[in-house]
């Protein structure tokens, strides 16, 4: 129950207040977004790459109300594509972009948030470095799937990302497992209707594993994000069954969760991506983690509590 109702106050500007203000979100805060500036962020993404892990960048933008402010995030991503390129991690380094921070939801969005996200691919291409189109609530689905193939017409490395909990994605991964595609397969993150979603997490899971299977048969590049132990096993075994070695497809995780498990797999000789948030506006990313996990919403609660 407890979800839903978190999933709704990502979206409320007097929670949003109330809750950026609390003392205690900070720590909580700390732990799944790896710093405001840019500065503190290059320190944690050296510090992941020095360990074998890749990553995946995600300036925190999300649902803009402003053109300028579309405009201030993609010159946000030129900055981190200029920051990384010495780094020369090539494809270990990724950016993930969500549209609606390059102005999807806003008067002429589409063609607003193809034209800014464009010089962003391009700078990244040049320095050797991929993105991805994370994928935000199903009304967007369309428009992104479309963005993604515009944009892999020049770029065709440009990662998508699909979310189990919608009935078409089963669909739309076979459209996708093409050669050179790259698919990110989660399981959903946003709070969908039951004409469009699954609403049981056991529907989900198991729709999780169709997909998974599409990928892996299929000629693309899967790269696996979740956190659950049950489907990375499936995606490994259903690797071996497919003959995939382990450099034809990924696991990705979020920055700051199950981290022994990034260690474990890693050490296996997976690859490993952590998906790396920074930035100020962490407010709709950290309330959908909090509503992932009922455990992480009692700890939060527990620290106010105790304070
Ligand atoms: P599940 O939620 O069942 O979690 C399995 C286990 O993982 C839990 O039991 C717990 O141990 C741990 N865990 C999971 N979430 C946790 C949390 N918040 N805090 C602490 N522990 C946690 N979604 C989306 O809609 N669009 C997108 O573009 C993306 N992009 C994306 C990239 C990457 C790299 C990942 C890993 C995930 C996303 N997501 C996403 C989020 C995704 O849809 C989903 O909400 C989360 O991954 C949680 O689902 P799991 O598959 O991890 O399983």
Not at 121 to 142: F, I, Q, R, S
Not at 253 to 261: D, H, N, S
Request: negative net charge; glycine residues 8%; proline residues 4%.
């Amino acid at each position: 129950m407890l979800g839903p109702v978190l999933l709704a106050a990502s979206r409320s500007d007097a929670i949003r207040r109330i809750v950026s203000a609390a003392p205690v979100t900070r720590p909580m805060v700390d732990r799944f977004v790896a710093g405001e500036r840019l500065d503190q962020t290059m320190s944690v993404i050296r510090g992941l790459t020095g360990r074998g892990l890749d990553v995946t960048m995600d300036f925190l933008g999300e649902d803009i109300t402003d053109p300028s402010e579309a405009l201030r995030n993609r010159d946000a991503y030129l900055g981190l594509t200029d920051a990384l390129a010495p780094l020369n991690l090539g494809a270990r380094t990724e950016m993930s972009i969500k549209l609606s921070a390059f102005g999807q939801a806003l008067a002429g969005g589409h063609d607003l948030a193809l034209a800014n996200v464009t010089p962003v691919v391009e700078a990244a291409a040049e320095a050797g470095m991929n993105v991805a189109l994370d994928m935000e609530d199903h009304t967007t689905t369309d428009s992104t799937l479309a963005i993604l193939t515009e944009l892999r017409k020049r770029f065709p490395q440009t990662g998508a990302v699909v979310q189990s909990y919608l009935f078409r994605t089963e669909e739309d991964c076979h459209a996708l497992a093409t050669e050179g595609s790259r698919v990110r397969l989660v399981k959903g993150a946003y709070k969908e209707p039951a004409d469009v979603a699954f609403q049981d997490k056991r529907e989900v899971d198991k729709a999780y594993v169709r997909c998974l299977k599409v990928l892996m048969a299929g000629d693309g590049y899967p790269m696996i994000g979740s956190h659950d132990p049950r489907l990375v096993a499936i995606a490994q075994e259903l690797g071996r069954q497919h003959g995939r070695k382990l450099d034809e497809y990924e696991f990705q995780m979020l920055f700051g969760i199950r981290v022994a498990e990034q260690e474990r797999l890693l050490a296996e000789g997976h690859q490993m991506r952590i998906y790396v948030p920074y930035g100020t506006d962490w407010y709709g990313y950290f309330m959908r983690r909090l509503a992932e996990r009922p455990a992480n919403m009692a700890f939060f609660l527990r620290s106010l509590v105790s304070r």
